[in-house]
């Protein structure tokens, strides 16, 4: 059968009929996927042009929240302050703003103590394009060309090469301008650039009437920290960043990770970093559009107040009697090494804070020296054999009520042992109210598995310096208290553990520990047992409705002592004594009618006198701890008083600022609130 032959024409015919049916269902597709688009979900696409086309950002920083006492008394506030504020528009070009650099720095009195060559060349080079210029050899504009420099090279090969000559050029209303110019330019282009805090009334209004004929400059009431209570624990609440300042450069990548501008006030020191997520405020957040248009979403908020345990007027009170006291003592022989003493009150059954200071004299000024309170440690002396005796009576060694003759003691190797003098068969409880060291000696001996002996020679047993050092630790001694505060110092852990300085160690003379871990240990002891973490913070409240608490602090127990209560009541009872015994060596230091309980210590120190790094004089540090009333402990209290005097040998007289401190604070505490 023969096969039908179609002519080219017909065939050329057909496919074009194809490509034609093809082509008009291909055209009907468009329209309805056209219509779908524009018609059927034209909200869709237009919700994610929408999303697309603007962003978020936050603006204007709001007011720190503010710092009151435990009454409420407001101890740290905000003032307005008048500020000069840029933000670069979208139409404005680089010739507009040299110009109004210019302009504007005519009008306001800028401080350009931070002025440097890096910000007048990057103004060079505006200002002398064609100078500049002249500075790129042929060779390196090829290289450009050939993209083996970048812009960015040849810029940094101009700025090298402009030279001092170069920089002559500018007088001082060009150098004025070029700082306003750095100004306007730094940070993100979207932010506020604080151009001038503090700005004067003329400034203020200068601007304030000018603003459409200065594209970008405007005014607002920004803010600062006040002190209504002056310098009284001010370096304690510490210190917050300008605006030119910002967050600090090295921390830049964890504030920036929270969300913080460049140029965003944080807290730098103590309480104010330590509480920067309560106190910072909330940003005012806008939407920004293509056209830069900014549409307010949420408005800023104040940040909120944090109600911190002190009593600002206790801690006034104290302040002053430091201050009274420590010139009172350089007037007194045998205080030339003498510079500062410290005082911490505390309530034992919360670890509260009441009232926390420290004052050092220099060149005849009285100073803050608060951070020693928390990173200075000093030794200690007597007042820890409250923790030697739990040992004695904890490991059995020693009973409550046992005699033991206090006389001068001699090991083979050492020198001989003494109490401040020789007080004879004694019990557990005299030996806290008249700090035998001897006491301590033969209780240690006996933890250390020997009995003592004249001339004996003492074993090195490791678990001896460990079981002492373990109880030293549960009461706070040689670690961390865990104060809220960003610094704090564990003091000096000695590494050399061998029998003969395990004598020096149960009476205090031979580790460091800070005031701030001393007050734990006592009060510690005050409780029944408890070491509670010492805080500042009381509570946190609402910034803007006064009466929302949104934050309550409790106590917070770290540890329970591992002590059979009846030891403890006995140490109790011992530093009772020492307070009220005959002979009590605390005697004096409190009122009676405060019915206090504690302990004294003092202890030899060693001082480099000439920086010359050999410890070359000898000092005695006298300290108190103690709690009062003794039966239900309202409040404990340090004292201490480093390099207070020369030894005793030395001179006749030793300073009892100790003594005149406590007495005086305590006197105070009681006029104030009773018991």
């Not at 440097?116 to 060349?121: A, C, E, T, V």
């Not at 005699?403 to 401040?420: N, R």
């Not at 871990?517 to 029944?528: D, F």
């Amino acid at each position: 059968m023969r096969k039908k032959r179609y002519s080219s024409d017909f065939i050329m015919k057909r496919r074009f009929s194809i490509l034609f049916y093809f082509s008009l269902l291909l055209f009907f597709l468009l329209i309805i996927k056209a219509f779908f688009v524009m018609i059927i979900d034209n909200k869709k696409y237009s919700l994610k042009l929408e999303n697309l086309s603007y962003s978020t950002v936050s603006m204007n920083q709001a007011p720190r929240g503010r710092i009151l006492d435990r009454n409420y008394n407001v101890i740290v506030d905000n003032i307005a302050i008048k500020t000069i504020i840029y933000k670069k528009e979208k139409s404005t070009n680089l010739e507009d703003m040299v110009s109004l650099a210019y302009l504007v720095s005519s009008h306001v009195d800028l401080d350009l103590s931070k002025l440097n060559d890096d910000i007048l060349k990057d103004f060079f080079l505006i200002q002398y394009s064609d100078i500049c210029n002249d500075k790129i050899n042929d060779s390196e504009w090829e290289l450009l060309k050939q993209r083996k420099l970048s812009n960015n090279d040849i810029i940094s090969l101009k700025k090298e090469r402009i030279t001092e000559n170069d920089l002559n050029k500018f007088n001082d209303q060009d150098k004025k301008a070029s700082y306003l110019y750095y100004l306007m330019n730094k940070g993100y282009s979207y932010e506020e650039k604080v151009i001038k805090s503090n700005a004067s009334d003329l400034e203020y209004a200068y601007i304030a009437e000018n603003m459409e004929s200065l594209p970008g400059f405007s005014i607002k009431l920004d803010w600062e920290r006040t002190y209504p209570y002056g310098d009284t624990l001010k370096s304690i609440l510490g210190t917050v960043s300008t605006s030119s300042q910002g967050i600090p450069r090295e921390e830049k990548a964890y504030y920036l990770n929270l969300g913080y501008s460049l140029n965003d006030r944080v807290g730098l020191s103590y309480l104010e970093k330590q509480y920067e997520n309560y106190l910072q405020g909330e940003k005012d957040i806008y939407e920004v559009y293509n056209s830069h248009q900014l549409n307010l979403i949420k408005e800023g908020r104040r940040g909120k107040d944090i109600v911190l345990s002190i009593d600002i007027n206790l801690q006034k009170e104290v302040e002053r009697i430091l201050s009274e006291e420590i010139i009172r003592a350089k007037k007194e022989p045998n205080t030339e090494y003498y510079d500062h003493s410290s005082v911490i009150i505390e309530d034992p059954n919360t670890g509260e804070i009441l009232a926390i200071a420290s004052k050092k004299i220099v060149n005849g000024n009285i100073i803050d020296n608060i951070t020693s309170i928390l990173a200075s440690p000093i030794t200690p002396g007597s007042v820890v054999k409250g923790a030697s005796m739990l040992v004695g009576y904890n490991t059995g060694v020693i009973k409550m009520g046992e005699y033991i003759l206090d006389e001068c003691i001699k090991v083979a190797g050492a020198p001989q042992k003494c109490s401040y003098k020789t007080l004879g068969l004694i019990n557990d409880i005299t030996a806290l109210a008249k700090s035998s060291n001897v006491y301590q000696f033969k209780t240690a001996i006996r933890v250390n598995g020997q009995e003592y002996f004249r001339d004996m020679k003492l074993n090195f047993n490791q678990n001896a310096f460990d079981i002492y050092r373990n109880m030293y630790h549960s009461f706070g001694l040689g670690v961390k208290t865990g104060i809220d505060l960003p610094i704090e110092s564990t003091g000096y852990t000695a590494k050399d553990t061998s029998s003969g300085n395990l004598l020096d160690y149960v009476m205090g003379q031979y580790e460091t520990y800070t005031p701030i871990q001393l007050l734990q240990y006592v009060a510690t002891i005050a409780n029944g047992g408890e070491r509670l973490e010492p805080h500042l913070l009381k509570e946190v409240k609402d910034g803007v409705v006064d009466s929302t608490i949104v934050f309550e602090n409790s106590k917070k127990v770290l540890n329970k002592v591992d002590i059979n209560s009846e030891y403890m009541n006995r140490v109790k009872e011992g530093f009772y004594a020492v307070m009220h015994s005959s002979g009590g060596y605390g005697v004096g230091y409190i009122d009676q009618k405060l019915d206090a309980a504690g302990k004294t210590g003092t202890s030899q120190s060693f001082l480099d006198t000439n920086n010359d790094g050999i410890i070359d004089t000898e000092t005695i540090t006298s300290s108190f701890v103690g709690y009062a009333p003794s039966s239900n402990p309202k409040f404990a209290i340090v004292v201490t008083s480093p390099d207070s005097s020369h030894p005793y040998g030395y001179s006749d007289y030793a300073s009892l600022v100790t003594l005149r401190i406590t007495k005086a604070v305590t006197n105070k505490y009681y006029e104030m609130f009773g018991l």
